[in-house]
């Protein structure tokens, strides 16, 4: 990784881009194909990128010294609720706060967009996210009836 601990967090810049910018592009699949590895599922269509694209809506990229290391993006699920989605940090650059500063960044962006609930969901097997979420006030809450979920499903919420 290109820093250490606080120092490398100075260092990073999260800002809004174009949801089919190759960073976006780039990140999406690497992540895809992480989750694809830990659940044994394979995908093939690109990212969708329009749900990105919608009014009150955002895909953010994180880069440390020029780098794309992570990414998130925001939805609405309904008019007061944003939907998180690809929160992802690259696996080189994990366990320095990264993550931390993208979730951040997101609810930043969903407050400015109007939002007064963060909705977002994860599976059984992202432990670490799974954490992160915890101890950043996020409650678990039911997926069904809010999303189309798989049984490995885990939601959480947080009111802002």
């Given at each position: 990784?290109g ?21 976006s ?15 044994d ?5 690109p990212?969708?990128?329009?749900q ?58 969903a ?38 979920c798989?049984?490995q499903?885990?939601c ?5």
């Open positions: 990784m820093g250490n601990g606080d120092d490398a967090v100075d260092r990073l810049v999260i800002r809004a881009v174009e949801p089919g910018c190759q960073e592009i780039d990140l999406q699949w690497e992540m895809r194909r992480e989750l694809d590895a830990m659940y599922e394979t995908t093939i269509d990212p969708p990128l329009e990105f694209r919608l009014p009150r809506a955002a895909f953010l990229v994180a880069w440390l010294d020029g780098i794309p290391i992570g990414c998130g993006a925001i939805t609405t699920l309904d008019e007061s609720t944003a939907h998180f989605k690809r929160v992802f940090v690259r696996p080189g650059f994990r366990g320095h706060g990264f993550g931390r500063q993208v979730m951040k960044a997101l609810e930043e962006k407050a400015e967009l109007g939002y007064t609930v963060l909705f977002l969901e994860t599976a059984d097997k992202q432990q670490e996210a799974i954490s992160m979420y915890t101890s950043l006030g996020y409650q678990r809450v039911p997926c069904a009836g809010r999303v189309p798989a049984e499903s885990i959480f919420e947080k009111k802002i």
